[in-house]
């Protein structure tokens, strides 16, 4: 059809937020999403998906009017990505992102092969993350006075366990008596464990007294805003951004995720072999780990030149 329906999404890539489509795209806009539930994707993966999704099929519209989406040209494809990289500014790992899910709207509702030798990929640079030293982060964590919210920030870095799983967490997933922390679905989608700080569970235990005397097992840890909700991701980010600058850390260019490879980088200045920390952190693969190897030379840790033994 003709008709143009009102459509609002938005993600933090993406801050176009007026979208008109058609009916014939937007039906395969729904099917797409209803394919992406099927696949199992998290609800939040399935919203970033769509609104990448989204913002190629308002382009064909504004770009190519008249166009069914099955008529685009490799050119034209090519064209969409030259406009994300050049007039959106994207950084390339996010254009990639762009470009597979729109690879796999070819394959699943459009049914139709994709060349990737047409729609090529792009390149981009390995950059070693920021990493807080050890000082740093305890400062961090006595700057903050909000019982849930230290319990919150110290949990993530001595577990090294990554936001979602924090936020996920039920209080019987915390295991006082082995010592340990009960991560289900990870990112992986696999069931691990994560260390359970002693220093962390004191902080955990005063966050329950003060604030949260009415917690069952299968209570969310740390509750949303909204009955029955867990706390969002974005609320978690906005309190670790919020204590950086409480203690003049803003400008180091540390990310809540810097708590993460933290937990991994200290653990390897200590000693810790990598197959231990692979598992502590719940890596699929040694390769993600090898980070630490990088980062603990640059970091000081004991390396002799040969050099040196002449």
Known sequence: GTSRRFLI????????????????????LEKNRDILSIRDLATGTIAT?????????????????????????????????KYLKDVRKLNPRTINVFISQLRDFYNYVLHKDWDRREVPLLRFDEKLPVVPTQEEVISIINAIDNPKHKAEIALLYSS???????CRLH??????????????????????????????????????????????????LFPGQREGEHISTESVRQIFRRHLESIGLSDKGYRLHSLRHA?????????????????????????????????????????????DDI
Not at 9 to 27: G, R, S, V, W
Not at 63 to 81: A, K
Not at 285 to 293: C, D, K, P, Q
């Open 49 to 81: 998906y769509t609104s990448y999704l989204t913002n190629y099929i308002n382009w064909v519209e504004e770009n190519l009017p008249g166009r069914s989406l099955s008529d685009v040209t490799w050119e034209e494809i090519r064209s969409y990505e």
């Open 263 to 307: 937990f991994g980088l200290h653990l390897y200045n200590k000693g810790v072999d990598l197959v231990t920390i692979k598992e502590a952190l719940g890596h699929r693969s040694l390769s993600s780990t090898m980070v630490y190897v990088t980062l603990g030379i640059g970091n000081g840790r004991t390396v002799k030149s040969p050099y």
């Open 171 to 220: 209080c019987g997933d915390i295991h006082m008596s082995t010592e340990n922390i009960y991560i289900s679905r990870s990112k992986n989608r696999s069931d691990r464990y994560a260390i359970l700080s002693q220093n962390a569970l004191h902080n955990l235990i005063d966050y329950i007294h003060q604030s949260y005397r009415t917690a069952r097992r299968e209570d969310w």
């Open 9 to 28: 999404l938005k993600t933090p890539e993406i801050q176009q937020e007026d979208i008109f489509m058609n009916d014939t795209n937007l039906a395969l």
């Open 160 to 166: 090294g366990i990554r936001v979602s799983e924090l």
